[in-house]
Nanobody, 122 residues
Framework: QVQLVESGGGLVQPGGSLRLSCAAS????????MAWHRQAPGNKRELVAD???????NYADSVKGRFTISRDNAKNTVYLQMNSLKLEDTAVYYC????????????????WGQGTQVTVSS
């Protein structure tokens, strides 16, 4: 069982910055992709950015140039640096990870964090 724990959300003024962190824990697992999604009230959950096992990153058009995803494989942790925050960035941000897990027999897994609230308001 792989668990994800997010931290770093909060209230910030427009133009401000926040850094989100998400740490994966469990036993005998290997992560491929780590990502951040977000869901604003009344909206569907959307991909914000991902960091694949091959080392490539992808961003939603709405956050390109403002957000940066990074990853520390040794710590099984993914970060999201959010700069120049806008009112429309307000949402619950969810961490996602997938990969393989298991001691003798490995199987694919996917996991979500519990979400962390980011509120951009003046």
């Amino acid at each position: 069982q792989v668990q994800l724990v997010e931290s770093g959300g909060g209230l910030v003024q427009p133009g401000g910055s926040l850094r989100l962190s998400c740490a994966a824990s469990g036993s005998r697992f290997s992560i491929r992709t780590m990502a951040w999604h977000r869901q604003a009230p009344g909206n569907k959950r959307e991909l914000v950015a991902d960091f694949t096992g091959a080392g490539s990153t992808n961003y939603a058009d709405s956050v390109k140039g403002r957000f940066t995803i990074s990853r520390d494989n040794a710590k099984n942790t993914v970060y999201l640096q959010m700069n120049s925050l806008k009112l429309e960035d307000t949402a619950v941000y969810y961490c996602y990870a997938d990969g393989t897990a298991g001691a003798v027999i490995t199987a694919n897994f996917s996991a979500w964090g519990q979400g962390t609230q980011v509120t951009v308001s003046s």
